[in-house]
């Protein structure tokens, strides 16, 4: 939908309109959203929105070893990818524009073929009895 609405916006506007747009529409949620969604909590449990309550709740997460573990966690995995996003284009420019015999574009034809080749031969795989490999919460995984 996105991208359809940011053509629309193009056609008939700037590109700066698609900004000003998302702040509007940003605007509405937000008023419609604090009208129509009322605090849960009892006015004796609420904690008041002020530094030092901001800091104490800053504090029992930065604390918390399973946190702090998933932190770590998070931060190496966003590492990689960010890593992997900004290498992949040299990469793939160097393994595909290179003469690596099957690996080259010149050759999609047989890679195309390939694929063709495995989605026709499924019928063998539907053949094999079909045991689960894994079950999660009653829901069964079968080959």
Request: with cysteine; net charge positive; proline share 4%.
């Amino acid at each position: 939908v996105a991208p359809s609405v940011g053509q629309l916006i193009i056609t008939y506007a700037e590109w700066h309109w698609i900004f000003i747009l998302l702040g509007i529409v940003a605007s509405i949620l937000f008023v419609w959203a604090l009208l129509r969604l009322k605090e849960s909590l009892p006015p004796d449990e609420r904690i008041p929105l002020s530094f030092a309550a901001v800091g104490d709740g800053f504090k029992t997460v930065l604390t918390n070893r399973i946190t702090c573990g998933y932190m770590i966690g998070l931060t190496m995995f966003t590492g990689v990818i960010s890593a992997y996003v900004i290498s992949v284009q040299q990469v793939f420019g160097e393994v595909y524009t290179r003469n690596f015999g099957r690996l080259r574009v010149g050759n999609w034809h047989r890679q195309t073929d390939f694929g063709v080749h495995i989605r026709k031969s499924n019928w063998i795989v539907h053949k094999i009895p079909k045991k689960p490999i894994a079950t999660l919460k009653g829901l069964e995984t079968r080959l």
